[in-house]
């Protein structure tokens, strides 16, 4: 089996076939996750780095036990932000790993087409966890995963995006995802947090986020960050909360049993309550076990690409 | 840098021109004939013997010879930024790209904004073939606070003031500028563009932004300084010069401007006319400028407008820089693109040869339009006038390679393409370049 | 590719099964602490009539699992293609008990060794036996089966082809040759 990607910079343009065939080999990768050992010798000798430029607890925590449950060989490298200047150090890091021989290299950065940037300099292969506002393909993944497990089949399901639309790489992700597995895809939010295209990228616009939790099957709910508030872009979390935050009672008002989810780290008491994050609404803790088993999937899948090394191939 | 373009300009007080297609619109000339050159002065025009003749005969059979082409908007970053582009690599790449003349934005380091830096520019570039007309600054050192002392550097040889780079700060600097400088005669040319709403931008705001998760520069970033200038402009019955024009909006508001009878002048760029934001989707650093590409809406709008004459000259914002600062992810690459080497190619096969503009409008807005904003003397083919002239192959087909550029820079979203008609030499000062 | 023989019809198979299982059972003296596991694909599927001669001889199961390998293969090489991963399917415990791997046919051992990984992974067993339908020859490790339905030795260019009624529609096996 095959993906016709070489590279996972983002989901926009992977085909449904692709998509799927993470999904179910994520699927298969759940079981090893629960065995008494769960290890597999599959990527052993092989050797990772996790190139994180923009400070990163768990998704670098989930790719690193993905990397390590396969056997692979792990290795990080984390700037903090500050000393991060200018694209030079990028540069100069990709030569410097492309020296070293890497398989893979999973990176996070603050710039869209940072990932982009890498394939093209190093042979390794190259998993965007996060770059910029643009794409983070993984987390819609592993999003899609968690609700095919709770919904079957995501055609004509309502999915609404809540929060800081503008800021957010999840939100991309999943729309060009969600959409491609025929999902119907809605965002809410502060209109200075909606980008002023996005009715372009087939989303519903729902204004208020009544309306939102009376239609849709799903919400996934973005993190509110301080930094939005000082830019100028809403004037508080207070207000934040008040316009949009997912309470106990707007989520009470649902009519359909609504699944909740979260990609983390939650701002308990802004974007969405405690009772709500811990109710038998929430799946996201099962969002996190399910990120291990999509990020195995696919360095497993990616591996088996078209590449470079064929001189080694076919005896 | 590569200099090899410097041995091919031979000094020639004689020069006979074969068999050309000679194109002056402001002489209304377009026929086939010589031209004969002696002392860099046109002898004649017509049929001219070469029996007798002791100088450098060039047969132009298939080729054109026009008023020698201007670009008004160039960045040859000397002083300050060598390593991107020097005054002589500068004016070896206008060499090779049929410019004459250029002239040069005072964006350097130090900004050309005191005689002296004037001055500088006048004697690195005294003998060389191409024209280099330095551009003061607008204010002292570019920060939009002082006016520089304009007309010690317009006696200098500065020929208009900018801030390129950024716009005029504020509206009554605006005004003050454009009040001093057209009393001693000279242009204020503005980039337009307002800092807080381009602020972080790295590309048009647009359906493409929002896709690729980049913070956008909106359209109306250029159109409020746009109607600002016009403003001013009108209300003070003086010039102004809008560089760059990159939106429909802003076009929108010059067309009005110029029909109420303001003297609103403007230019736009080759990229503008062929590229859109679509082109970021693939992340390369060679399509980030500012003003950024725009929509396709936006660009066949800079079409008509050029079409129409609402865009008076075009210019190429020639951008050069460094590999280091180029070639990065595209959030920290440098904003600009190099344009000369490739500027009449692609006009002369994606505007001309489509009839999208005639051969002769190409040559008013890159030859006569240019000179004319600047107040600088008329360039004519006619005889007892000074030998000026561009020579340029409409058929020669080429495709662009980069590395062959005189540029020291490489920054170019061009680099591959196939295009048809080229420059293929210069006549001016008494010096020949060509090169078939 | 044409058969050169038929190496068990439908008879045969399951009198050959049915006298593994008796040795099996032999072996270990009753099936007391027995569990079964079958290697993906049709290893399980034998793995499962065994266990139902053991019900026919011994009046009950024992516990049976599926196990897939593909995980632990050794010839993982990067731009190969990958095969698909599937589920393996123990439900049960396996540390002390004597575990009988069920596999087609023994050929290289590789697939043997791996199974043999992923059942360590999975627990500690007492033991850990082997049950093949074929032996073919040509170990590249030293693995020896406990079991064996039949010593085939063949060529290294032909192939033992087994079909079974449940995957393929049939039970043979035949002898194929290039």
């Given at each position: 089996m095959q993906l016709k990607i070489r590279h996972l910079l983002g989901l926009e343009g992977v085909d449904r076939e692709d998509i799927n065939l993470i999904l179910d080999t994520a699927e298969s990768f759940k079981s090893v996750l629960k065995?008494?050992?769960?290890?597999?010798?599959?990527?052993?000798g092989k050797t990772v780095v996790n190139l994180f430029y923009e400070a990163s607890t768990r998704t670098r925590f989930s790719f690193e036990l993905a990397e390590k449950r396969l056997s692979a060989d792990s290795v990080n490298f984390s700037k903090s932000?500050?000393?991060?200047?200018?694209?030079e150090d990028l540069k100069d890091t990709i030569r410097n790993i492309e020296a070293m021989r890497i398989d893979f290299v999973v990176m996070r950065h603050s710039s869209p087409g940072a990932a982009h940037f890498v394939s093209r300099c190093v042979d390794a292969l190259v998993i965007n966890a996060g770059d910029g506002a643009h794409e983070h393909p993984t987390q819609a993944l592993l999003d899609m995963l968690t609700l095919r497990e709770n919904l079957?089949?995501?055609?004509?399901k309502k999915i609404v995006i809540v929060g800081?639309?503008?800021?957010s790489r999840v939100a991309r992700s999943n729309i060009y995802g969600l959409k491609t597995l025929g999902a119907e895809v809605g965002v809410c939010g502060p209109s200075t947090l909606?980008?002023?295209?996005?009715k372009d990228m087939g989303v519903k616009i729902y204004p208020h986020i009544e309306d939102a939790i009376s239609e849709a099957d799903v919400l996934n709910i973005l993190r509110i960050q301080l930094e939005r508030q000082k830019g100028g872009l809403f004037p508080s979390l207070r207000e934040y909360r008040a316009l949009f935050g997912v309470t106990r009672q707007r989520l009470a008002e649902?009519?359909?049993?609504l699944i909740i989810m979260h990609p983390g780290p939650m701002n308990r008491g802004v974007e969405i309550d405690s009772e709500v994050a811990d109710?038998?609404?929430?799946?996201i803790l099962n969002q996190v076990t399910n990120g291990v088993a999509v990020r195995m999937a696919v360095l497993y899948l990616l591996s088996g690409g078209k590449g470079k090394f064929e001189g080694e191939e076919n005896e | 840098m590569n200099n090899a373009i410097t041995e091919l300009i031979e000094v020639q007080n004689s020069v006979l021109f074969k068999n050309a297609r000679v194109i002056d619109p402001s002489v209304n000339l377009n026929k086939k004939a010589d031209v004969f050159v002696e002392n860099g002065e046109i002898?004649?025009?017509?049929n001219v013997s070469?029996?007798?003749?002791n100088g450098r005969v060039i047969d132009c059979s298939g080729k054109s010879i026009v008023p020698g082409l201007f670009d008004m908007h160039v960045h040859f970053r000397e002083p300050g930024y060598?390593?991107?582009?020097?005054l002589q690599s500068g004016v070896n790449a206008a060499t090779a790209a049929g410019f004459t003349g250029v002239a040069v934005m005072p964006n350097t380091n130090p900004a050309c904004d005191n005689r002296g830096q004037v001055e500088y520019i006048n004697e690195r570039t005294r003998d060389l073939i191409v024209d280099v007309h330095p551009i003061g600054a607008v204010t002292k050192n570019r920060e939009g606070k002082e006016l520089t002392e304009m007309a010690d550097m317009a006696d200098a040889g500065a020929v208009a003031f900018s801030d390129d780079?950024?716009?005029?700060?504020?509206a009554v600097i605006l005004r003050n500028a454009i009040e001093y400088s057209t009393m001693i005669g000279k242009i204020i040319i503005d980039h337009c563009e307002d800092p807080y709403l381009a602020?972080?931008?790295?590309?048009?705001?647009?359906f493409v932004s929002t896709q690729l998760g980049m913070k956008g520069i909106p359209s109306i970033s250029e159109e409020i300084v746009v109607a600002r200038d016009i403003a001013v402009a009108e209300y003070i019955d003086k010039p102004v010069h809008l560089a760059h024009i990159s939106t429909e909006e802003s076009i929108r508001l010059i067309r009005d401007a110029k029909k109420r009878g303001v003297k609103v002048t403007a230019e736009t760029c080759p990229h503008y006319l062929l590229l859109t934001d679509e082109e970021v989707k693939s992340f390369d650093?060679?399509?980030?400028?500012?003003?950024p590409l725009r929509t396709e809406k936006d660009r066949l709008t800079i079409i008509e407008a050029v079409k129409d004459g609402t865009i008076d000259v075009i210019v190429t914002d020639h951008a050069p820089h460094t590999v280091e600062r180029n070639d990065q992810e595209f959030n920290a690459a440098a904003f600009g693109i190099i344009g000369l080497e490739t500027a009449v190619g692609v006009l002369l096969t994606h505007l001309v040869q489509k009839n999208i503009i005639s051969f002769e409008d190409f040559v008013r807005l890159y030859s006569i339009n240019p000179r004319k904003i600047l107040g600088l003397k008329e360039v004519n083919i006619?005889?007892?006038?000074p030998a000026n002239l561009s020579i340029i192959d409409p058929e020669k087909e080429w495709t662009v390679d980069k590395?062959?550029?005189?540029?020291?820079?490489?920054?170019?979203?061009?680099?591959g393409w196939k295009l048809k008609g080229k420059a293929v030499g210069l006549y001016n000062k008494n010096k020949l370049y060509y090169s078939e | 590719m044409k058969v050169k023989a038929e190496l068990m019809d439908e008879n045969a198979l399951a009198r050959t099964l049915m006298r593994v299982t008796h040795e099996i059972c032999e072996r270990n003296k009753g099936v007391e602490n027995l569990a079964i596991i079958g290697i993906r694909n049709r290893g399980d599927v034998l793995a499962r009539r065994i266990n139902e001669n053991i019900n026919k001889i011994e009046g009950s199961r024992v516990p049976l699992g599926v196990l897939d390998i593909t995980l632990y293969r050794?010839?993982?090489?990067?731009f190969s293609e990958r095969p698909v991963v599937q589920e393996s399917d123990i439900?049960?415990?396996?540390?002390?008990k004597q575990v009988i791997l069920v596999d087609d046919v023994l050929y290289t051992g590789r697939t043997v060794r791996c199974a043999l990984d992923a059942v360590i992974d999975l627990g500690r067993p007492a033991m850990i036996q082997l049950a093949v339908l074929i032996d073919r020859g040509h170990r590249e490790l030293p693995i020896k089966p406990d079991y064996v339905g039949k010593n085939v030795p063949t060529s290294k260019n032909e192939e033992i082809q087994v079909k079974l009624?449940?995957?393929?529609?049939e039970d043979s096996v035949l002898l194929i040759e290039p």
């Open positions: 065995r008494a050992i769960p290890k597999v010798p599959t990527l052993r932000t500050s000393s991060v200047s200018k694209g079957g089949d995501l055609k004509g800081d639309i503008l800021h909606l980008p002023v295209f996005i649902a009519p359909k049993n109710s038998e609404h929430s799946v | 002898k004649e025009i017509g070469e029996k007798d003749f060598e390593g991107a582009e020097t780079g950024v716009s005029v700060k504020n602020q972080d931008g790295v590309m048009n705001e647009s650093p060679n399509f980030k400028m500012n003003p006619k005889k007892g006038e590395e062959l550029f005189f540029s020291k820079s490489r920054n170019t979203p061009f680099d | 050794d010839d993982f090489r990067m439900d049960f415990d396996l540390t002390d009624k449940e995957v393929d529609g």
